[in-house]
């Protein structure tokens, strides 16, 4: 598993474009994917913030803190939930 196939993942399920993971859009559904793929990376492949932010968009590292947070408060709608479970049976396959 790598950041692109979770952000991969991720965008499909929210249903926007790849691209959304790294460009400047500030789209609230594209910020929402963002954020969820920025927690998942953090979570799965034990990224730090520095690095979370370059590999979405060359952020800096208190976005790609704010962005983990923010998705933290998604939680409560299930969605990362949801990933979550796709991306362990990924790494079980």
Known sequence: MNTREIQSIVADRFDVPFSAMTDACRRRDYA????????????????????????????????????????????DRGAADIIRNRLAALERA
Do not use: I, K, N, Q
């Open 32 to 75: 929402e994917a963002r954020f969820v793929a920025m927690r998942l990376c953090r979570e799965f492949l034990g990224l730090s913030y520095p690095a979370l932010g370059m590999r979405f968009g060359g952020r800096d590292h208190t976005s790609a803190w704010h962005g983990v947070r923010r998705a933290e408060s998604l939680d």
